[in-house]
């Protein structure tokens, strides 16, 4: 009874110091943020936002709802800009619950799995990732991990299982990381001579062909219009090095934590031949992550999520070995010293470089300043914006104007030559080109963020400063065209 106690406190513990930090700043941390909180506030509102009028000018926004609908859901008892606060930070706290119950299952040591939990609520890239960010992702990674302990369960709890897989499927495309994770779990088990349970091949087989078709029922026309470039989300070339990022070893080690990645990977090796099925579907999880990252076949900020809370996890079974061996040296009497020491060596080196990364994002958060000028434009007047990819969110959210681009692109025909177009307006130095460029989508203004270079044509006949102070936003004199004289 006082390990779920402790539990519970530890979940409010998470949970509060994300808080913390998330109110620091009254806005979210990323661009992408602000398009689920028009897509929440929309259902608030009784609306369902299918089509996207300011995206693009215009486009059709394929996903399921349902992370929305939670957000909407308690915007009726919370103030709107708390809620999408609070949904996103509770579910991620709520992670903690299935990392205990999966750790308690491989160790059984209370003390252990607790710190197991909390150790993989403070994995840096998934803390700096999540903590003041609106993004299903904090749903999908406890759905996840939840579905991972009901797997490893014995006997298998199906009807539950059934219900948690229902939700996960329509919530975020990380239920495809879960399926290719149970084949690669059922292959190990092959490998090992180990037999599969009919009834663990039976709901296998069921859970890879629903998720599957799950994924395609919801994304069929992304499918039908870019085939198997809808894994790379029809990113131009130049953008997607950037999501799908190659990193260096050392910064994949500091955004999951130094010591607990060196320990669980360990404790895969010294686990990998006890034929442990429990054990596998971790082993089978983590190279499935491992892989798809090295093949950029994953967004580097999930796959790291995912493999930076399994290794928390492992960690735990590494602790517990150790543990075991300590009891048969000569420095038993100290070996649970020694195993606190080490957990607590362990929070450490994780919680310093998530801080790091916390502070980081509040400190690129964007600011008082740029979502006054983008309100002041939307008062402004109608027009299409011309602003960074990754701040066209931003613009649609705070002055509800429509942009010429911004960072989602399914569906969206010639992504390659619009992204060159609007790079080309920020860095031309041809007042001509720009304005032709402006006409060709039909744009306004131009908005040029903080920390952003300015245009080089600013002080031009056809370009008005409308704003002039950190951030800069340019009207163009609707006069002005480019006429082709034959």
């Given at each position: 009874?006082?390990k779920?106690?402790w539990?519970?406190?530890?979940?409010?513990?998470?949970?509060?110091?994300?808080?913390?930090?998330?109110?620091?700043?009254?806005?979210?941390?990323?661009?992408?943020?602000?398009?689920?909180?028009?897509?929440?506030?929309?259902?608030?509102?009784?609306?369902?936002?299918?089509?996207d009028?300011?995206?693009?000018?215009?486009?059709?926004?394929?996903?399921?709802?349902?992370?929305?609908?939670?957000?909407?859901?308690?915007?009726?008892?919370?103030?709107?800009?708390?809620?999408?606060?609070?949904?996103?930070?509770?579910?991620?706290?709520?992670?903690?619950?299935?990392?205990?119950l999966?750790?308690?299952?491989?160790?059984?040591?209370?003390?252990?799995?607790?710190?197991?939990?909390?150790?993989?609520?403070?994995?840096?890239?998934?803390?700096?990732?999540t903590?003041?960010?609106?993004?299903?992702?904090?749903?999908?990674?406890?759905?996840?991990?939840?579905?991972?302990?009901?797997?490893?369960?014995?006997?298998?709890?199906?009807?539950?299982?059934?219900?948690?897989?229902?939700?996960f499927?329509?919530?975020?495309?990380?239920?495809?990381?879960?399926?290719?994770?149970?084949?690669?779990?059922?292959?190990?088990?092959v490998?090992?001579?180990?037999?599969?349970?009919?009834?663990?091949f039976?709901?296998?087989?069921?859970?890879?062909?629903?998720?599957?078709?799950?994924?395609?029922?919801?994304?069929?026309r992304?499918?039908?219009?870019?085939?198997?470039?809808?894994?790379?989300?029809?990113?131009?070339d130049?953008?997607r090095?950037?999501?799908?990022?190659?990193?260096?070893l050392?910064?994949?080690?500091?955004?999951?934590?130094?010591?607990?990645?060196?320990?669980g990977?360990?404790?895969?090796?010294r686990?990998?031949?006890?034929?442990?099925?429990?054990?596998?579907?971790?082993?089978?999880?983590?190279?499935?992550?491992a892989?798809?990252?090295?093949?950029?076949?994953?967004?580097?900020?999930?796959?790291?999520?995912?493999?930076?809370?399994?290794?928390?996890?492992?960690?735990?079974?590494?602790?517990?070995?150790?543990?075991?061996?300590?009891?048969?040296?000569?420095?038993?009497?100290?070996?649970?010293?020694?195993?606190?020491?080490?957990v607590?060596?362990?929070?450490?080196?994780?919680?310093?470089?998530?801080?790091?990364?916390?502070?980081?994002?509040?400190?690129?958060?964007?600011?008082?300043?740029?979502?006054?000028?983008?309100?002041?434009?939307?008062?402004?007047?109608e027009?299409?914006?011309?602003?960074?990819?990754?701040?066209?969110?931003?613009?649609?959210w705070?002055?509800?104007?429509?942009?010429?681009?911004?960072?989602?692109?399914?569906?969206r025909p010639?992504?390659?030559?619009?992204?060159?177009?609007?790079?080309?307006?920020?860095?031309?130095?041809?007042e001509?080109?720009?304005?032709?460029?402006?006409?060709?989508?039909?744009?306004?203004?131009?908005?040029?963020?903080?920390?952003?270079?300015?245009?080089?044509?600013?002080?031009?006949?056809?370009?008005?400063?409308?704003?002039?102070?950190?951030?800069k936003?340019?009207?163009?004199?609707?006069?002005?065209?480019?006429?082709v004289?034959?």
């Open positions: 009874m006082r779920w106690l539990l519970g406190v530890l979940v409010v513990a998470l949970f509060a110091v994300r808080m913390f930090f998330a109110l620091q700043t009254p806005y979210l941390s990323s661009d992408e943020s602000y398009l689920y909180v028009r897509g929440a506030d929309a259902l608030a509102d009784g609306r369902l936002l299918w089509f009028a300011l995206g693009f000018g215009g486009r059709l926004w394929l996903r399921s709802p349902v992370f929305e609908a939670f957000v909407a859901l308690a915007s009726f008892v919370l103030p709107f800009s708390l809620a999408v606060k609070v949904v996103p930070n509770f579910f991620a706290a709520l992670v903690a619950v299935p990392v205990f999966i750790a308690f299952e491989l160790t059984r040591n209370d003390r252990l799995s607790l710190a197991a939990s909390l150790l993989a609520g403070l994995v840096p890239v998934f803390f700096g990732g903590f003041n960010q609106l993004s299903p992702v904090s749903l999908a990674l406890f759905l996840f991990f939840s579905l991972v302990y009901l797997w490893m369960a014995r006997p298998i709890p199906v009807p539950l299982f059934l219900v948690l897989l229902l939700l499927v329509f919530v975020h495309p990380l239920s495809v990381i879960f399926v290719l994770g149970l084949l690669c779990y059922f292959l190990l088990q490998i090992d001579g180990q037999a599969v349970e009919p009834t663990e039976e709901l296998g087989l069921f859970t890879v062909f629903f998720s599957l078709w799950a994924q395609f029922l919801v994304y069929k992304a499918f039908l219009v870019h085939g198997a470039g809808v894994i790379w989300q029809n990113i131009p130049a953008l090095s950037e999501v799908f990022a190659s990193i260096s050392l910064e994949a080690i500091v955004l999951v934590g130094a010591y607990p990645l060196a320990e990977i360990y404790a895969l090796y686990s990998g031949g006890a034929q442990d099925r429990r054990v596998n579907v971790l082993l089978g999880i983590t190279v499935l992550a892989g798809l990252l090295w093949f950029k076949l994953v967004d580097l900020l999930t796959g790291l999520m995912v493999l930076g809370i399994v290794l928390a996890i492992l960690f735990a079974k590494w602790s517990d070995m150790f543990l075991h061996f300590l009891r048969l040296t000569k420095v038993s009497r100290y070996a649970g010293v020694i195993v606190s020491l080490s607590v060596f362990a929070l450490v080196t994780t919680a310093v470089p998530a801080y790091a990364l916390v502070q980081s994002q509040v400190r690129q958060t964007i600011t008082q300043e740029e979502v006054r000028v983008l309100s002041d434009l939307g008062a402004r007047g027009g299409a914006v011309v602003a960074p990819v990754e701040f066209g969110h931003y613009v649609e705070f002055a509800g104007l429509p942009t010429v681009i911004d960072a989602h692109f399914l569906l010639k992504v390659e030559e619009r992204y060159r177009d609007v790079t080309r307006v920020f860095r031309t130095f041809s001509t080109e720009a304005v032709m460029l402006m006409a060709k989508y039909n744009a306004t203004y131009i908005v040029v963020p903080v920390g952003y270079p300015d245009i080089k044509y600013g002080e031009g006949k056809c370009f008005d400063r409308v704003w002039a102070g950190n951030m936003v340019y009207e163009k004199d609707s006069a002005c065209e480019v006429r004289v034959s």
